[in-house]
């Protein structure tokens, strides 16, 4: 749930938050703003992703606000700020630099490809990198082949079809295991859930987009909505946007290690998936299970 107060400019991680621009911020704009709020104009906040884990405070929109705010020597900032981590944080910031603010340049949109891939790389798909950059898949397909000959990214397990259906690639390397969150091998059975998660992904893109439009819409009190009480269709959306993120498969379930056959009656905690959410994770999940989870994926990221 995102919450809308002022932040100190310098808490920000910019060094390590996402990359989605090829240059730096444009300097007019950046004079263009700083004008804005020298003059007390209304500035939408930025956006910013808070990762409880590191404890740190990425910025996924706002680039630019934040240079004209450091210009004037604000020390302060108005922030929207969502609980999330730098993936999340990511998916954010490259939907929101093709939706507005400087419109962007073909350098600027193969910047968001490479981002996209340095974080998720082989294993998606180009059609879905190009639904998460808002970019064509012959872009994504030609920065993916450019990155691989440089050796940025592994190859990739999959190619696209003329009709748009994945393809896998031939391999002499064998499959890696495919694991949840914590580096739990997932049982064959289930893994079929774990990679619809793309599935729900572009759906959640698409909530995330309509959701955009219609903040904006209503910010700037376009009276195409005017017979909308949008602030209630605002809520609503948002509502429907983290209801379906409990859909996303977070782990392998903890009460029935990804067998929900092995239950006498459907597992109540997975209800017959084998996976789970982070949402039940985060509310069912006892703390001592937690806690070993914890150090498996700690002793995971040591190897």
């Known amino acids: 749930m995102a919450n809308t107060r ?151 397990k999959t190619r696209m079809r003329a009709d748009g259906k994945p393809l896998p690639v031939a391999s002499d390397q064998p499959e890696p295991e495919l694991v949840d969150t914590f580096g739990k091998p997932i049982p064959h059975k289930v893994q079929k859930y774990w990679a619809r998660g793309d599935e729900l992904e572009v759906i959640l893109n698409d909530t995330e987009h309509v959701h955009g439009i219609l903040k904006q819409a209503h910010r700037e009190k376009d009276v195409m909505y005017a017979e909308l009480n949008m602030a209630d269709l605002l809520s609503s959306l948002e509502h429907i946007r983290n209801t379906l993120k409990g859909a996303m498969p977070y782990c392998v379930c903890t009460n029935c290690s990804g067998h929900p056959e092995t239950q006498k009656e459907t597992c109540r905690l997975c209800l017959g998936r084998g996976l789970i959410g982070k949402f039940r994770y985060d509310n069912l999940v006892p703390l001592e299970i937690k806690e070993i989870m914890k150090k498996v994926r700690a002793k995971e990221a040591k190897k």
Not at 97 to 107: D, I, L, M, Q, T
């Open 6 to 156: 002022t932040i100190p400019i310098n808490s920000l991680d910019l060094k390590n938050s996402p990359i989605v621009r090829a240059s730096n911020p444009d300097k007019e704009t950046v004079g263009q703003y700083a004008e804005s709020y020298k003059n007390r104009q209304d500035m939408p906040p930025v956006v910013v992703f808070y990762d409880p884990d590191t404890k740190k405070y990425l910025l996924a929109d706002g680039r630019h606000r934040c240079e004209a705010a450091k210009l004037i020597s604000m020390e302060e900032i108005m922030a929207e700020i969502i609980e999330g981590d730098y993936a999340a944080c990511l998916k954010h910031a490259v939907l929101a630099n093709a939706k507005h603010g400087v419109p962007r340049s073909n350098s600027d949109k193969r910047q968001c490809v490479r981002a996209a891939l340095l974080q998720w790389g082989a294993g998606v798909t180009d059609s879905h990198i190009a639904s998460l950059t808002l970019v064509s898949d012959k872009t994504v397909a030609a920065v993916r082949e450019e990155m691989t000959k440089a050796k940025q990214i592994k190859p990739a």
